[in-house]
């Protein structure tokens, strides 16, 4: 008996953007940019219900929903190059650190933080081998 090979296997993916809920689009819009440094490049609405910002290869769209209040699982994960120098900026702002950072047993250096809606992210930091 043979499987076929899904159509999806063959198709190249790009890159895929988490979107987070916020309470207060302006207030998460300043979180991300002031202690993340992501920029603004896309909003809609008026007023303003969702904003695409981008750091790096990374992309994160916030969606405004009335009355969010936060999530109980990691929303995104984010890949850095220096886990460890983002804790340290992160705590030194004042920012909530769900779990502190650690090397994992699976292959991260890793620690999760929570933006001011509660929306947990998880960092990682590919360990040497």
């Known amino acids: 008996m ?5 159509a999806a296997a063959a ?16 207030r998460a819009v300043a979180f991300y940019t002031d202690c993340l440094g992501f920029r603004s490049v896309f909003q809609n609405g008026s007023p303003v219900g969702f904003v ?23 929303v995104a994960h984010l890949l850095v190059d220096d886990a460890a120098a983002l804790h340290d900026r992160l705590q030194a702002q004042g920012v909530r650190i769900i779990k ?8 991260l250096r890793c620690f999760v933080f929570a933006d ?14």
């Open 2 to 6: 043979s499987s076929p090979v899904p």
């Open 11 to 26: 198709v190249r993916f790009g890159r895929l953007a988490p979107t987070v809920p916020v309470a207060e689009i302006a």
């Open 52 to 74: 695409i910002l981008k750091k790096d290869d990374a992309e994160l769209h916030l969606t405004l929903r009335a009355g969010y209040r936060g999530s109980t699982s990691n």
């Open 100 to 107: 502190a950072i650690r090397d994992a047993d699976f292959g």
């Open 116 to 129: 001011p809606d509660g929306n947990r992210i998880d960092v990682g930091q590919p360990l040497p081998r």
